[in-house]
């Protein structure tokens, strides 16, 4: 069975503070990790990861794949409470119904984080 | 990236009807997908839903519980049927652009209760 698992369920921290937020996989046909931040519906897209080793960066955030052990970190450093959300991590990769192979993203079932000032 | 305009935001309905979500997307896609995100929990494909064919649902997902209409490359609508409380959620569509792999861009999502 296909398996997204994210760690820790949740985290509060205060400003200033860096935080780092993991996600492993277990999935067959494995084709990207993707980043996203939820703070009210919609998941609004932060990374995606195709390599490993290869750090992607944006502003106060990164995050990086590692192939081998099957996990990311997405990193957010000098943590605002701008950054309080939802942190859900995807994996998209094939599945196969009928005899048919389709991509579907499976999510982890995210990170909490809480910056108090 | 697409833009995707869902509809309705929210909606508070009675047990035993039906609600029917709409999603339009601004620009012609192959794949759209419907995902169920129940309080506390993450988000959940229902269905994976390509113009001209049959929607594909997920384990746990039923047509007649969750019926897909695909009628051209920019429209795709889901209903909610013979709603109970467990279906109060929050529902979102996603469409899948570009080469593989996909970036993915949500609908702004539904927050459905039912009472």
């Known amino acids: 069975e296909d398996k997204v698992v994210q760690s820790p369920l949740s985290l509060v921290v205060h400003e200033g503070d860096t935080v780092t937020l993991n996600c492993s996989y277990e999935v067959t046909n494995f084709r990207s990790l993707l980043w996203y931040k939820q703070e009210k519906k919609a998941p609004t897209f932060l990374f995606m990861l195709t390599s490993s080793g290869i750090e992607k960066k944006s502003g106060r955030l990164s995050s990086i794949l590692d192939k081998k052990e099957l996990s990311s970190i997405l990193n957010i450093t000098a943590t605002q409470t701008g950054d309080s959300a939802i942190y859900l991590c995807?994996?998209?990769?094939?599945?196969?119904?009928?005899?048919?192979?389709?991509?579907?993203?499976?999510f982890g079932q995210g990170t909490i984080l809480t910056v108090h000032p | 990236s697409a833009v995707i305009s869902q509809k309705p935001s929210r909606d508070i309905c009675q047990r035993g009807t039906s609600l029917t979500i709409q999603c339009q997307v601004d620009?012609?896609?192959?794949?759209m997908f419907w995902y169920r995100q129940q309080p506390g929990q993450s988000l959940t494909l229902i269905a994976t839903?390509?113009?001209?064919?049959?929607?594909?649902?997920e384990s746990g997902f039923v047509i007649d519980k969750f019926p897909i209409s695909r009628p051209n490359l920019t429209f795709s609508t889901l209903t909610v049927s013979n709603m109970s409380p467990e279906d109060s959620s929050i529902y979102l569509c996603?469409?899948?652009?570009?080469?593989?792999?996909?970036?993915?861009?949500f609908g702004s999502g539904t927050r459905l209760t039912v009472v």
């Open positions: 996603s469409v899948g652009q570009g080469r593989i792999p996909y970036g993915y861009t």
């Open positions: 995807a994996v998209d990769h094939l599945a196969n119904a009928g005899g048919t192979s389709y991509g579907k993203l499976t």
């Open positions: 839903a390509n113009q001209g064919s049959e929607a594909t649902y």
């Open positions: 620009s012609q896609v192959t794949m």
